[in-house]
């Protein structure tokens, strides 16, 4: 589960650094930046792309030490989720047939 959980974390920084690097200059030409002086600007903007840049090589070395074995479990689990909704969907209904049967009894 931590394994799942850092791969998702993973996934998650690499769309937020997508963002930021391809809107951010847009949203602020656009908004603009207003009673902010230009280097106290730059100055957020460099402490926002180091932030950035400090959680991306933390995800990147989570993702590095996640083993093939964990891959492995991760994949066939997903395989397994069809199996369970199905699993799940027929108790529902051998429930439902139950309860259904009793109340016309």
């Known amino acids: 589960m931590k394994h799942l959980r850092n791969f ?3 996934i998650v920084l690499i769309g937020v650094i997508y963002f930021v690097t391809n809107y951010v200059g847009d949203i602020q030409k656009q908004v603009g930046v207003k009673g ?3 280097s106290r600007a730059q100055e957020i ?3 926002i ?4 840049g400090t959680q991306v090589d933390s995800a990147k070395n989570q993702a ?3 083993s093939f074995s964990d891959v492995m479990n991760y994949i066939s689990r997903f395989k ?3 199996q369970d909704a ?3 969907k027929n108790y529902v209904n051998q429930e439902v047939s ?3 049967a009793k109340k016309k009894r």
């Open 8 to 10: 998702i974390a993973v």
């Open 36 to 38: 902010a002086s230009t």
């Open 45 to 47: 903007a460099g402490n």
């Open 49 to 52: 792309t180091h932030d950035v």
């Open 64 to 66: 590095m030490h996640i």
């Open 80 to 82: 397994r989720v069809p």
């Open 86 to 88: 199905t699993a799940i």
């Open 98 to 100: 139950s309860f259904s």
